[in-house]
């Protein structure tokens, strides 16, 4: 999620009008995150993965600046002549770029200075968008930088955990945080929802935005399945843990095996030595046993799978379930910033609380083809390697969201709040 | 490949009357591959990938006296206590392992004692045979204990060559190979073979022995696909490099120019700067331009292909062209093993000369499950990272290949004999 | 120097009523440095051997707090629990401690927090302070205590330096230091010193505060050899860069060449590609040809010196050299920070400027013996693999230099204001 | 001593009538100590520091052809041309050579190759010594040149000892060597030997043979010492494993605590867990409490120290100790190829069974001046970061010992036969 953009295939729904205020209030709402953390918190990058909040808030901006301003607007003058340099994130065809590895060694621009920049463009973005009656191909320009920024929105808190997280002091981002009540039975075994063979479709139907790998929509051929009625919980994958699935081999794929014994994992990130307490955006709180497991990689997600007797649905099997359920959950603008226990959210919690690793690799759909020039130069070049999650979690938007949205992830990533559902075969 | 065993599937066509000697003709074959070595040349593993060959002689013993003769040949007595250990590839539930990276470490045993090694197994097994009549079902572990040793004959010749090729007197494994004169034209256009959409079905079908991997025969939905009438010709990747193909970052997967930047690759393993030599197990020898590409990485197909305007096949689509195919080809039974001009082979070149690059990634086909118990165990744990490889190569024997055999590696080897065909949409 | 402490052998020049000033004055001078930085300069530690200004202001404070006011004064609570462990250093016997390569992950405390952290220590030493009268044992470490400070101010400067100058924006720390104008002869060949052969003594001679590295004064035999007059300049050095000095194995130790190769170095730290502008603590200026050059390792030392047909002197031939000299030279006092050329400092440029590289590996004096206790536990420590600089810098306190102080590094650190100043065998 | 030549400094004892002779002596025994090898031992590089013995006798035979042949026998052809690159050790000036860790990779040229080209080597320097009445410039580099293979045969016996021992069979290079029959009494305390303070001598007086770096003699003050009159023994050395030493920062050195932490160190090199047994040249057998103990690195000895209340001596200290004893001891000559306890040789155990690390740094004589040309070229480039060794251990020729002789490794280094002996100042 950290490096993908791609060529809107809808239109904004509200049309013209609506899209100041959507703009504004898009871009404050990035500040808005922002406001709990003091100046230190912005400028760390606790891992090669993580980029700094200070970082996320000037490329958003650099976005809007490099596709809609330097070649849109007449006489726009950009803020800072670096900054092309500084916050590309990855756009090989805009020129060479600020190693990312690097973008915690940045003191300068200081915070005051990036949100100068972030009114900056601001300011010319509102200009531009009053010229846009004459020039409506520019909107899926904006409409794609205004998701772009909702994605890293989802990052910048999920980056600031990780790095409030490695700090011997454990700070929380917000002290405020609501909280779910523990209930008092661990375990209570989910019912099974079954889907017939046949040959279906999946993505997206071009009916709103998404995201250029969500297309074409196409036909697939499913056997027969069963995915389970809500993610699994913390109460279960204790269970795993205590079990001692961390030490035996027969469990995981070999490549998970080698990153168990290389990173030396014994349960999911965050969790502590007791099993009942982690690290939250609230501070260090205990584990709530129904709430959904959290913050474990792709490789522990399948090895608890395969030690529960199910597998991972594959991404067509998570689409066709989730496929007309309401998009309820609990996302960010619940406030809670944390998975919930179900009964919180919507029928089978699909959507919000935790992305689901699937099964599946990230790979074109049949017929993907990438846009033209510096946007689409790089739509399908995450596809090797990683693989695909599905729902949106607790940090997502809620308008963000939508059945056909792939997320992707390496397998051994853990910081996003990531978790998983059972399946298994129809034929039982 | 280098790790792969799976539970046969199917019954051994000649019967047991022909076990005998079919068995006593594939580990024959192995100690005739390595007749041209020096003793020194079987000891070094070159990187990690690599294996030295007294390691694959003693391996592929090892699994006959671990799967067979210890649990099945009363009375048996192992040839030494730390072979166990010391030739365990990667089962864990076998016991603890040798390291891989250390393989190369190991001058004890001496070739002289792997081959008495061999010879006490070869009896032992001779005499575990006689008595099958009895025991019928030790017949799939046989099979697959021999299957097991074809592969590691085909590892073998690419783990010589690589541990060859780093020296810089470039030593031949074998001076006499047989090569195909160069042609005068440098490049013809390839026709395309359509397919048209539908639900097809790929996967073995029970007729012949297969690996697991390749089980169970199952639904696909199909879209309209074209297909090369043969693989990618060393002129033509020729025209990619001379192009500056490995300076664009356009063409490649973001791991791919990673890749590309990490290890400074310019041309394909093997080629020296020039691009007219290239290292083979004759030693250097010209490149032939009509012979198709070869030891290139996933990365490297993927890129040429879209710098080509085309793309990889899938692996559905690939099975789906070379179904009903006469089994001709390049094999390691032609005494060339080295990748051939289109005319030495079959039609459309799907088999032998080189493993072609799919788009798909390795996982199981639906349905899928493994083995029970230590062969099983492990049937599945490769199914991750990896990409699927199709139509065997120069180093592949013959009556090993298949059109449903499916062959995995990571995307950034290139010591195999990997090449790649061009696929496009059928829409057109 | 980044982590030396050591048992002071020698008393308070001023006695006990100046103590109270003297150590004020110290403590304020560390706030004064990093007055002209922005909050998100405090934080980052752009290599290993890099702190954050603000790990230095809170660790100065721990080793007050450890030390002194834990152990000594009555009913003292520790400003917050944690610090102990986050700002200890090296002291194992103290206890564990925060990894040092992770300095820079820490957002928390801020640097409001360190702050009142200072104030918190200095607030109850002054009120230790003034109870010494009844315990004039604790008076050694206040003074060690505020020489150790002292260290951590020039190291506060060269960090500083370090993390302003990875930033491709090359902010300047200030912008008003005082500049030398550039002369216009670029070589003046400097005249040579010659010492007599003779049994001379090296080393402290207890008539003021020591470390106790310096201790004891002992007998040294030296055959006669002769010093250069001044610091080798930029523009000897530039010629040897010009010369191919970087390519040339035969003028580097074995070591010295491979760190050229594995660091790629071509010139000192800080100059850029034209050899005519470097990053100074006041951004980007032209390199001054008679300035002594500066952030050069041992290795590039050691080989210019050998380029130029003479070597380094030994720490014995240095100090008595220098030995008698007046202490006079461009300390930080001047406000330049960065090294002048001639003409503004004493007679020789023996002191200030830049710290000169000497022959010996840093090694206990003969008779040598530490401390007891946490103070002492590691006098010795580090007593392997680096190497004696002697003469201090632009960065170091005046009043913090004497001919017998013992500074030392790694080779390969380049990171410090280092020089050299050359050497040759008297019998000529 | 891997990597060192040196300009001899000293005339051939025997005159030009015992040249030949000896000559043909030292290279025979170079070829007596493989003779127990298998093809396969001759290959492997077990880590980067370890060569094969392949390499040794080749690398020997190229110095030979290299310094003498090539340019001194008009008409010589090279044995092989690219033999020049392939056994290069380190002369930068003679050009580019092969990676040293890649040693290991080669299998060819084969044993017998290697065998052929010694012999071809032989032929020619015994048509070259016959001529030498005529050029008597040649001795000393002759003389260089089997003091230099004296070397390498220490480093075969050293290197094939660890190429042995990371085989889980733990083979024996020769399971008929001498042992030791263990003591009863476990630990009796050495006496010490007190020399007096005053300015003394030391380096090679120019009597004999010697290495540059042993010239020139040169006065040096000395005080008051003390020196064990024999080195540590196993049992002593047990007795700080079993005290904790290994996990006592405060016995260590800062660089040697980190040491023992990466590597986990917990005992010496070749010790088992059980502390009893350990790998010798005669495959495992027991600790031989009064025997030295050995294959511990510079840290170690170090540390040892430290927790024994005494100190390393100083090389000075050591040689001025040494200096008048006679030059008995346990060497390779006696057979054992293992350290022995007292009593087997001569006074002191000054000489033979192991090197004794001292605390000097490596470094320059005091007017010390490399040789002309590329024997001479690196005379001193190895003069940091390595510690000083004296006396010659048991796999050390008799003859090729002295009391001036300065071996040197870095303080990591732990397989060749290395241990210590105490030393603590004389004013007690």
């Given amino acids: 999620m950290a490096a993908r953009t791609s060529a809107p295939s809808a239109r904004i729904p509200a049309g013209l009008a609506g899209l100041e205020p959507h703009f504004n209030a898009v871009r404050?709402?990035?500040v808005?995150?922002?406001?709990?953390?003091?100046?230190e918190d912005y400028v760390v990058q606790s891992m090669p993965d993580v980029s700094p909040a200070k970082w996320h808030l000037a490329h958003t901006s650099w976005f809007f600046e490099q596709f809609l301003l330097r070649p849109k607007l007449p006489g726009y003058t950009p803020f800072h002549q670096r900054f092309e340099y500084l916050f590309n994130s990855y756009y090989e065809a805009v020129g060479p770029r600020h190693a990312r590895p690097e973008r915690g060694l940045l003191t300068r621009p200081t915070v005051a200075e990036v949100m100068r920049y972030r009114e900056h463009v601001d300011e010319h973005m509102v200009r531009l968008l009053h010229a846009l009656d004459a020039r409506e191909e520019l909107l899926p320009l904006v409409e794609l930088g205004l998701n772009h920024e909702q994605q890293h929105q989802e990052l910048m808190l999920t980056d600031i955990k990780h790095v409030l997280s490695v700090n011997p002091l454990e700070p929380a981002y917000r002290a405020d945080l609501l909280q779910s009540a523990p209930g008092t039975d661990r375990t209570v075994t989910p019912g099974w929802h079954k889907l017939e063979s046949g040959l279906r479709e999946i993505g997206a139907a071009g009916d709103g935005f998404c995201f250029d790998n969500e297309t074409p929509r196409h036909r697939v051929w499913v056997d027969a399945f069963e995915v389970a009625a809500r993610p699994v919980s913390?109460?279960?994958?204790?269970e795993f843990v205590e079990a001692g699935g961390y030490g035996q081999p027969a469990h995981w794929l070999s490549d998970g095996w080698a990153a168990v014994c290389e990173h030396g994992w014994t349960r999911p990130l965050y969790w502590d030595?007791?099993?009942?307490f982690e690290f939250t955006l609230g501070g260090r709180r205990p584990i709530h046993p129904q709430a959904p497991v959290c913050h474990i990689s792709f490789y522990e997600a399948d090895a608890f799978a395969r030690w529960a007797g199910a597998r991972l649905p594959t991404e067509s099997e998570w689409e066709l379930a989730a496929a007309g359920l309401p998009l309820a959950g609990n996302f960010v603008d619940s406030g809670r910033l944390h998975p919930a226990p179900p009964g919180k959210t919507g029928p089978g919690q699909f959507f919000g609380d935790v992305w689901e690793w699937t099964a599946s690799a990230y790979a074109p759909y049949p017929g993907f083809h990438a846009a033209a020039g510096a946007i689409g130069e790089y739509n399908g070049k995450f596809m090797c390697n990683q693989l695909v999650l599905r729902g949106g979690s607790c940090a997502t938007l809620a308008d963000h969201m939508r059945a056909t949205y792939r997320n992707f992830f390496y397998p051994q990533s853990r910081w996003q709040f990531m978790g998983l559902r059972l399946a298994r075969d129809g034929s039982r």
């Fill in 273 to 276: 030595e007791s099993l009942e």
């Fill in 28 to 30: 404050a709402a990035s």
């Fill in 32 to 39: 808005a995150l922002v406001r709990p953390l003091e100046i």
């Fill in 234 to 238: 913390n109460a279960e994958y204790r």
